[in-house]
């Protein structure tokens, strides 16, 4: 049995933000009659995952969300999910805040901005997933059970400034992903989407020797660095390609059937 992890921007998803027909039916068979474990790796939330992809393709997947802090079942139990702790926010929040920045936070469910004042790059970013950014008081934090993620939001230059002045004990407290050039997001400590692949891998009882990889980005690196088979598109960031095993086509030439097929799948 084969464990198929799938990035979904750049990957998966054509750059119009649907997944073509002839790609659904070639995972569906994968799944029916070569029972193939698929699941889609990616950093965003449940909510984003399921209104993108076509229902039925959703329903049979299994989904490795939020950059690794959630994976569920295509049953949609939930198998893993991590948090943030209250205080870790608030530090984060105040670093942010002295630069001026904005910030959201996730939960298992739905997007809230930290201000009120709720800016059109947070809601550009919050529609991509076909979803509205909530404001949240910060001063009722602990009523939040899970925060799986938080995001730095502020255009590119100030992003790319802030790159250099995290702080080095943020590197040791959080997993940080530079997965936009106007956000930085920040997870539990160990948690992306490698991790919980194997994680993923570990629970089904398939070895890691089944794995195969497709992604795009620098956030898959961890994924494609645990598989047996690392596939790269050809879109993809040229360090993701150095690592790779096979380079397939684009994401807009249904570059994931193309690699699939190159392997025998």
């Known amino acids: 049995m084969k464990l198929l992890a799938i990035d979904m921007d750049g990957t998966l998803l054509h750059d119009r933000n649907y997944v073509t027909q002839k790609q659904i039916d070639y995972l569906l068979n994968l ?3 070569k029972k193939a474990k698929i699941v889609i790796t990616t950093g965003r939330p449940l ?3 399921k209104n993108l992809l076509p229902k039925e ?6 989904r490795i969300a939020l950059n690794g802090s959630l994976i569920q079942t295509p049953e949609d139990e939930i198998l893993q999910i991590s948090s943030l702790e209250h205080d870790e926010v608030l530090e984060i929040l105040e670093y942010a805040d002295a630069y001026e920045t904005d ?6 469910h ?11 790059l947070m809601s550009y970013d919050a529609s ?6 909530e404001y949240y008081d910060i001063t009722h934090i602990n009523h939040l059970e ?8 502020s255009e590119p230059d100030k992003i790319s400034c802030l790159r250099s002045k995290l702080p080095e004990k943020f590197y040791k407290q959080f997993s940080i992903i530079f997965s936009q050039d106007y956000l930085i997001e920040f997870l539990p400590k160990e948690i992306d989407k490698g991790s919980s692949l194997l994680k993923l891998a570990n629970e089904l009882e398939i070895p890691h020797r089944s794995i195969i ?3 795009d980005g620098l956030n898959d690196r961890t994924m494609l660095k645990v598989a047996n088979v690392a596939i790269a598109m050809d879109n993809a960031h040229p360090d993701i390609k150095e690592m790779a095993d096979i380079i397939s086509l684009t994401n807009n030439d249904d570059g994931v059937i193309h690699a699939l097929k190159r392997i025998g799948l």
């Open 31 to 33: 799944i029916y009659r």
């Open 146 to 153: 899970y925060i799986t993620k938080l995001l730095i939001f």
């Open 128 to 133: 991509l997933n076909k979803m509205i950014m």
């Open 110 to 120: 739905k997007f809230y901005s930290l201000s009120k004042n709720i800016t059109d």
């Open 47 to 49: 909510a984003g995952i």
């Open 57 to 62: 393709l959703y329903e049979n997947v299994f």
């Open 103 to 108: 910030v959201s936070i996730l939960d298992e």
């Open 213 to 215: 990889s497709i992604g």
